[in-house]
T-cell receptor, first 111, second 111 residues
Framework: DQQVKQNSPSLSVQEGRISILNCDYT??????FLWYKKYPAEGPTFLIS?????DKNEDGRFTVFLNKSAKHLSLHIVPSQPGDSAVYFC??????????FGTGTRLKVLA | DTGVSQDPRHKITKRGQNVTFRCDPI?????LYWYRQTLGQGPEFLTY????????KSRLLSDRFSAERPKGSFSTLEIQRTEQGDSAMYLC?????????FGPGTRLTVL
Protein backbone atom coordinates (compact mmCIF):
# COMPACT_ATOMS: atom_id res chain seq x y z
CA ASP A 1 0.00 0.00 0.00
CA GLN A 2 1.93 2.98 -1.32
CA GLN A 3 0.54 5.97 0.56
CA VAL A 4 2.85 8.44 -1.15
CA LYS A 5 3.29 8.12 -4.89
CA GLN A 6 5.59 9.73 -7.37
CA ASN A 7 4.28 8.45 -10.65
CA SER A 8 6.98 9.88 -12.87
CA PRO A 9 10.21 7.96 -12.39
CA SER A 10 12.15 10.45 -14.49
CA LEU A 11 11.95 13.95 -15.93
CA SER A 12 14.20 15.87 -18.32
CA VAL A 13 14.15 19.65 -18.49
CA GLN A 14 16.20 22.20 -20.36
CA GLU A 15 18.42 24.47 -18.30
CA GLY A 16 16.66 27.72 -17.41
CA ARG A 17 13.18 26.24 -17.75
CA ILE A 18 10.80 25.21 -14.99
CA SER A 19 10.95 21.74 -13.46
CA ILE A 20 7.71 20.45 -11.96
CA LEU A 21 7.85 17.35 -9.82
CA ASN A 22 4.61 15.80 -8.65
CA CYS A 23 3.57 13.76 -5.67
CA ASP A 24 0.20 12.22 -4.78
CA TYR A 25 -0.87 10.83 -1.44
CA THR A 26 -3.78 8.80 -0.21
CA UNK A 27 -3.91 9.47 3.53
CA UNK A 28 -5.94 12.60 4.25
CA UNK A 29 -4.46 12.67 7.76
CA UNK A 30 -1.02 13.65 6.49
CA UNK A 31 -0.33 17.14 7.77
CA UNK A 32 3.29 17.83 6.96
CA PHE A 33 5.14 17.33 3.71
CA LEU A 34 8.77 17.58 2.70
CA TRP A 35 10.87 17.42 -0.43
CA TYR A 36 14.36 15.99 -0.49
CA LYS A 37 17.05 15.88 -3.13
CA LYS A 38 19.43 12.95 -3.32
CA TYR A 39 22.69 12.60 -5.18
CA PRO A 40 24.24 9.17 -5.71
CA ALA A 41 26.10 7.77 -2.70
CA GLU A 42 24.76 10.52 -0.43
CA GLY A 43 21.88 10.76 2.00
CA PRO A 44 18.81 12.80 1.08
CA THR A 45 19.18 16.56 1.51
CA PHE A 46 16.22 18.51 2.85
CA LEU A 47 14.91 21.07 0.37
CA ILE A 48 11.62 22.52 1.49
CA SER A 49 8.59 21.65 3.58
CA UNK A 50 4.96 22.64 3.85
CA UNK A 51 2.37 22.29 6.54
CA UNK A 52 -1.19 21.35 5.66
CA UNK A 53 -2.43 24.73 6.86
CA UNK A 54 -0.69 26.33 3.88
CA ASP A 55 -1.05 25.84 0.16
CA LYS A 56 2.27 27.31 -0.91
CA ASN A 57 5.76 27.70 0.46
CA GLU A 58 8.63 29.34 -1.35
CA ASP A 59 12.38 29.27 -0.79
CA GLY A 60 14.51 30.82 -3.48
CA ARG A 61 14.16 28.85 -6.69
CA PHE A 62 12.03 26.20 -4.97
CA THR A 63 8.29 26.44 -4.43
CA VAL A 64 6.06 23.71 -3.06
CA PHE A 65 2.33 23.75 -3.75
CA LEU A 66 -0.17 21.72 -1.76
CA ASN A 67 -3.66 20.88 -3.01
CA LYS A 68 -5.33 19.12 -0.11
CA SER A 69 -8.59 18.42 -1.90
CA ALA A 70 -6.69 16.62 -4.66
CA LYS A 71 -4.18 15.11 -2.21
CA HIS A 72 -1.44 16.39 -4.44
CA LEU A 73 1.72 18.36 -3.97
CA SER A 74 4.25 19.61 -6.43
CA LEU A 75 7.73 21.06 -6.36
CA HIS A 76 8.59 23.79 -8.83
CA ILE A 77 12.20 24.65 -9.56
CA VAL A 78 12.70 27.89 -11.48
CA PRO A 79 15.05 28.34 -13.21
CA SER A 80 16.39 24.81 -13.42
CA GLN A 81 20.15 24.39 -13.30
CA PRO A 82 22.35 21.42 -14.22
CA GLY A 83 23.29 21.06 -10.54
CA ASP A 84 19.64 20.32 -9.80
CA SER A 85 20.02 16.96 -11.54
CA ALA A 86 19.31 14.41 -8.82
CA VAL A 87 16.59 12.14 -7.49
CA TYR A 88 13.80 14.02 -5.70
CA PHE A 89 11.70 12.41 -2.98
CA CYS A 90 8.54 13.70 -1.42
CA UNK A 91 7.64 12.59 2.09
CA UNK A 92 4.56 12.97 4.24
CA UNK A 93 3.80 12.53 7.91
CA UNK A 94 0.75 12.29 10.12
CA UNK A 95 2.75 12.29 13.33
CA UNK A 96 5.87 14.35 13.83
CA UNK A 97 8.32 11.49 13.68
CA UNK A 98 7.11 9.07 11.03
CA UNK A 99 7.60 9.98 7.40
CA UNK A 100 6.41 8.01 4.41
CA PHE A 101 8.51 8.53 1.31
CA GLY A 102 7.62 8.27 -2.34
CA THR A 103 9.75 6.25 -4.72
CA GLY A 104 11.47 9.28 -6.18
CA THR A 105 11.70 11.11 -9.50
CA ARG A 106 15.03 11.39 -11.29
CA LEU A 107 15.43 14.92 -12.66
CA LYS A 108 17.90 15.60 -15.41
CA VAL A 109 18.55 19.20 -16.32
CA LEU A 110 20.06 19.49 -19.76
CA ALA A 111 22.62 22.20 -20.42
CA ASP B 1 29.23 19.69 14.05
CA THR B 2 27.87 20.36 10.61
CA GLY B 3 25.49 17.47 10.10
CA VAL B 4 24.55 13.88 10.72
CA SER B 5 27.45 11.46 10.36
CA GLN B 6 27.38 7.71 9.87
CA ASP B 7 30.07 5.10 10.14
CA PRO B 8 31.08 3.09 8.22
CA ARG B 9 30.04 4.41 4.82
CA HIS B 10 30.33 0.98 3.26
CA LYS B 11 30.24 -2.51 4.73
CA ILE B 12 30.66 -5.79 2.94
CA THR B 13 29.98 -8.89 4.96
CA LYS B 14 29.29 -12.55 4.50
CA ARG B 15 25.89 -14.02 5.15
CA GLY B 16 25.45 -15.01 8.76
CA GLN B 17 27.82 -12.40 10.17
CA ASN B 18 26.76 -9.62 12.53
CA VAL B 19 27.23 -5.96 11.62
CA THR B 20 26.87 -2.75 13.58
CA PHE B 21 26.43 0.76 12.23
CA ARG B 22 26.83 4.02 14.09
CA CYS B 23 25.01 7.31 13.68
CA ASP B 24 25.98 10.64 15.25
CA PRO B 25 23.10 13.09 14.97
CA ILE B 26 23.21 16.86 14.95
CA UNK B 27 24.04 17.63 18.56
CA UNK B 28 20.98 19.69 19.50
CA UNK B 29 18.52 17.25 17.91
CA UNK B 30 16.73 14.98 20.36
CA UNK B 31 15.00 12.88 17.70
CA LEU B 32 16.82 10.20 15.76
CA TYR B 33 15.56 7.90 13.03
CA TRP B 34 16.79 4.90 11.09
CA TYR B 35 15.63 4.16 7.55
CA ARG B 36 16.47 1.56 4.96
CA GLN B 37 16.58 2.29 1.26
CA THR B 38 16.79 -0.21 -1.56
CA LEU B 39 17.27 0.45 -5.24
CA GLY B 40 14.38 2.29 -6.85
CA GLN B 41 12.60 2.90 -3.56
CA GLY B 42 12.33 5.76 -1.17
CA PRO B 43 13.63 5.48 2.39
CA GLU B 44 11.55 3.11 4.54
CA PHE B 45 11.09 3.91 8.21
CA LEU B 46 12.71 1.44 10.60
CA THR B 47 12.72 3.00 14.04
CA TYR B 48 12.63 6.24 15.99
CA UNK B 49 14.19 7.54 19.20
CA UNK B 50 13.32 10.52 21.26
CA UNK B 51 16.35 11.06 23.44
CA UNK B 52 17.27 7.56 24.64
CA UNK B 53 13.78 6.10 24.35
CA UNK B 54 12.94 3.97 21.33
CA UNK B 55 9.35 4.98 20.69
CA UNK B 56 8.49 3.07 17.57
CA LYS B 57 9.81 0.13 15.65
CA SER B 58 8.61 -0.81 12.17
CA ARG B 59 7.38 -4.27 11.30
CA LEU B 60 10.23 -4.22 8.78
CA LEU B 61 12.58 -4.66 11.70
CA SER B 62 12.82 -8.37 12.40
CA ASP B 63 14.19 -9.80 15.62
CA ARG B 64 17.63 -9.83 14.03
CA PHE B 65 17.68 -6.04 14.11
CA SER B 66 18.28 -4.00 17.22
CA ALA B 67 18.88 -0.30 17.68
CA GLU B 68 20.08 1.59 20.71
CA ARG B 69 20.68 5.15 21.73
CA PRO B 70 22.06 4.68 25.22
CA LYS B 71 22.80 8.27 26.22
CA GLY B 72 20.43 10.06 23.92
CA SER B 73 23.25 11.08 21.62
CA PHE B 74 24.72 8.63 19.10
CA SER B 75 22.84 5.51 18.03
CA THR B 76 23.82 2.07 16.83
CA LEU B 77 21.94 -0.31 14.56
CA GLU B 78 22.96 -3.95 14.77
CA ILE B 79 21.95 -6.68 12.37
CA GLN B 80 22.58 -10.22 13.54
CA ARG B 81 22.98 -13.22 11.23
CA THR B 82 22.85 -11.06 8.13
CA GLU B 83 20.99 -12.29 5.07
CA GLN B 84 21.39 -11.26 1.45
CA GLY B 85 18.04 -9.48 1.64
CA ASP B 86 19.55 -7.11 4.20
CA SER B 87 21.70 -5.54 1.49
CA ALA B 88 20.59 -1.92 1.33
CA MET B 89 21.52 1.63 2.24
CA TYR B 90 20.88 2.30 5.92
CA LEU B 91 20.14 5.93 6.57
CA CYS B 92 20.09 7.80 9.84
CA UNK B 93 18.34 11.14 10.31
CA UNK B 94 17.86 13.54 13.18
CA UNK B 95 15.50 16.40 13.83
CA UNK B 96 14.57 19.01 16.41
CA UNK B 97 10.79 18.77 16.09
CA UNK B 98 9.65 18.42 12.51
CA UNK B 99 11.58 17.78 9.37
CA UNK B 100 14.54 15.44 9.20
CA UNK B 101 18.19 15.83 8.29
CA PHE B 102 19.85 12.77 6.88
CA GLY B 103 23.33 11.41 7.15
CA PRO B 104 25.23 10.03 4.15
CA GLY B 105 24.14 6.47 4.87
CA THR B 106 25.90 3.14 5.28
CA ARG B 107 25.75 0.88 2.26
CA LEU B 108 25.59 -2.76 3.34
CA THR B 109 26.38 -5.57 0.95
CA VAL B 110 25.79 -9.11 2.17
CA LEU B 111 27.53 -11.74 0.06
Amino acid sequence: DQQVKQNSPSLSVQEGRISILNCDYTNSMFDYFLWYKKYPAEGPTFLISISSIKDKNEDGRFTVFLNKSAKHLSLHIVPSQPGDSAVYFCAASVVAYKYIFGTGTRLKVLA
Amino acid sequence: DTGVSQDPRHKITKRGQNVTFRCDPISEHNRLYWYRQTLGQGPEFLTYFQNEAQLEKSRLLSDRFSAERPKGSFSTLEIQRTEQGDSAMYLCASSPIRGQFFGPGTRLTVL
